[in-house]
């Protein structure tokens, strides 16, 4: 059996600067948001380096590092939620022949799959009252443009600063 020593030491980096993120999600609550997509920007890092089975292992044990040491256990959830929209994703990717358009259909689909559910089912975790009507109608469209804006953050990570420190760490 091959060890690689310095791929399990970066995923362990990885995880435990995920979980730092996590924590510091449930510290400043203002910026959970933020802090809960860099932290899932460690699972697309682990993805690309490692491939899609690996980054997998990693999402679940960077998950369940985060579930014992978080405060918050919503938390962790949206970073599951977040790095397994980021493993469908990167699957995709390289399962076809890199249709932009496909993409993007597959990318909301995929979101839409996980967002609809909880906004129709667990409304009492995301507001204090019940919405309906035209205020429904607007969180689902802020939902379909935070997912844009995450998106395209996650693409310029991928592509401008992990690019820079990749080289660094290997």
């Given at each position: 059996m091959h060890?690689?020593?310095?791929k399990i030491a970066t995923a362990g980096l990885l995880a435990a600067f995920s979980a730092v993120l996590i924590v510091l999600a449930s510290v400043i609550e203002s910026?959970?948001?933020f802090f809960i997509a860099a932290a899932s920007f460690c699972v697309g890092i682990a993805l690309?380096?490692?491939?899609i089975g690996l980054g997998a292992g990693?999402?679940?044990a960077s998950t369940l590092v985060?579930?014992?040491v978080s405060p918050n256990k919503f938390y962790c959830l949206t970073f599951a939620a977040m790095g397994l929209y980021l493993l469908l994703v990167?699957?995709?990717w390289k399962r076809t022949k890199h249709r932009?358009?496909?993409l993007w259909v597959f990318k909301y689909v995929i979101f839409n799959c996980m967002y609809l559910p909880a906004l129709v089912f667990f409304q009492e975790l995301f507001f204090t009252k019940k919405i309906t009507g035209i205020l429904w109608i607007v969180v689902l469209l802020a939902g379909q443009a935070a997912l844009f804006v995450y998106d395209e953050a996650y693409r310029y990570f991928q592509r401008v600063i992990w690019g820079k420190l990749r080289g660094k760490l290997q």
């Open positions: 060890v690689n020593a310095k910026s959970s948001l690309r380096e490692w491939g990693y999402l679940v985060n579930l014992i990167e699957l995709f932009t358009v496909a």
